[in-house]
């Protein structure tokens, strides 16, 4: 690491290149501070478009950056890969798994978030989640297989399991890659197979509470269940999953054949939030006060899905404006401390929130103001594709989308890794020992 003590300037260590990370350290790129940014990986992830690479419309390459190329010219900023495990408060140190460690005098945390499997992680390797560019292709690698294999045992043997995808969690993860998979198995797959129809796949979209999106009003809620289903998704609340095994999700008593099971139904708060004390909440959040300090800790930042932050008395929801909102205020606080200049509290303000569910269907609450359809689709592009880190990416995503309109295809249609999967064996073996039973009576 680049030693900067002869310039004598305060040290502020950024942990996690997302979107509120990223920002704070933009934001200091021109301070009178050295800024040293951690993350496990080398690249920032633009998360809200993640389900497009996981049902094959864009390339993992389309929605990242790496953060050394974003603060190529940032002279302040320094970019380490490494796995942060913990902190020594007292001497203000930054631990790493690989036993260094990096000072600072002001932290900022922006760790994000993990799945949440609500103590049932055993469901994790047969129902991924989707938070990462691995997840993304794991989740492409699962759902276009199923259609690979189904072709094929429809070639050899006249027969395949049922193509169901079943999703938990009716969210905006769990909205959006339904809706996906029934464009793809409706639209994008309908000629590329001699032997299977792949508009007959069965998309399942299971939520516990009694609406889809329900962060949401219940108009929009409604709207966005009524456009899910004309896509032929089908949408079942207040509906509890019980158990999950290869190729089978269980609802209560009644046994649900499943190919593909993605998770879709809970986050929790990187444990780092944890590391350095406070108080958590029930999400792994830690609570942080209107200057997004850790309780004892004015030095220490926490933002984004690791921070629980209330306003108008309820917590400020866990998406990227409120990350990046908080990121450009820490930035703006520390350049206040370090000028002495006097502290001002963070305030969220809120532009609305919008979803898609599929080609020209969407929906979109901004204020009083509640869209759905091809308005609020296009309102959802516009805006994510303003919010993408690098002209580049904006080119290649805005070319991939409009060839896509126009042709009903994509380019990114590759299976990469195993070619097995969970629920097809289970099938596959199941049937096959039904068949030896029949012929040995």
């Not at 260590?13 to 979107?19: D, R």
């Not at 499943?258 to 609570?287: C, F, H, N, P, Q």
């Not at 930035?331 to 002495?340: L, T």
Request: glycine residues 10%.
């Amino acid at each position: 690491m680049t030693d900067n003590s002869q310039h004598n300037r305060p040290r502020v260590v950024v942990v996690g290149g997302g979107f509120g990370g990223l920002q704070a350290a933009l934001g200091l790129a021109k301070a009178d501070v050295n800024v040293t940014i951690l993350d496990r990986k080398n690249h920032h992830t633009f998360q809200p478009l993640l389900y497009q690479v996981a049902l094959a419309a864009l390339s993992p390459a389309d929605i990242a950056a790496p953060i050394r190329s974003v603060m190529r010219s940032k002279k302040n900023v320094e970019v380490l890969i490494g796995n942060v495990v913990g902190f020594d408060l007292e001497r203000r140190r930054v631990r790493l798994e690989e036993g260094d460690e990096v000072p600072y005098d002001y932290l900022v945390i922006a760790a994000g978030a993990t799945h949440s499997y609500f103590g049932r992680d055993d469901w994790a390797q047969l129902a991924p989640g989707l938070k990462t560019l691995e997840d993304a292709t794991e989740i492409r690698r699962r759902v276009l297989l199923a259609f690979e294999l189904a072709e094929r045992e429809t070639l050899l043997d006249r027969q395949h399991c049922p193509l169901n995808f079943v999703i938990v969690g009716a969210g905006p993860t769990g909205v959006e890659l339904a809706g996906a998979i029934a464009e793809i198995s409706r639209h994008v797959l309908t000629q590329d197979f001699t032997a299977i129809d792949p508009r007959r796949a069965r998309i399942i979209l299971l939520e516990g509470g009694p609406r889809v999106l329900p962060t949401y009003t219940e108009d929009l809620s409604a709207s966005a269940q009524r456009q899910l289903e004309q896509l032929g998704v089908e949408v079942r609340t207040n509906t509890m999953v019980t158990n999950i095994e290869p190729g089978v999700v269980w609802v209560g008593d009644e046994k649900l054949e499943s190919v593909v099971t993605l998770w879709a139904a809970g986050v929790r708060a990187s444990s780092l939030g944890e590391a350095v004390g406070g108080k958590i909440d029930r999400s792994g959040r830690v609570v942080v006060n209107d200057r997004l300090n850790i309780e004892g800790h004015p030095e220490i930042f926490a933002i984004g899905d690791v921070a629980h932050f209330e306003q108008n008395g309820a917590p400020v929801p866990g998406v990227a404006p409120v990350a990046i909102q908080m990121g450009q205020y820490v930035a703006k606080e520390i350049r206040r401390r370090v000028q002495n200049k006097p502290s001002r509290p963070f305030s969220y303000w809120d532009k609305g929130s919008m979803a898609t569910i599929g080609r020209t269907k969407g929906i979109a609450q901004i204020g009083k103001i509640h869209l759905s359809g091809v308005i609020a689709w296009a309102a959802w592009l516009f805006i994510h594709l303003i919010y993408l880190i690098g002209y580049r990416n904006r080119f290649s995503v805005l070319l991939n989308w409009g060839w896509q309109y126009l042709s009903w295809q994509s380019g990114a249609r590759l299976i990469t890794g195993s070619d097995q999967l969970p629920g097809w064996h289970y099938h596959h073996d199941t049937e096959t020992s039904e068949q030896k039973k029949r012929a040995a009576g």
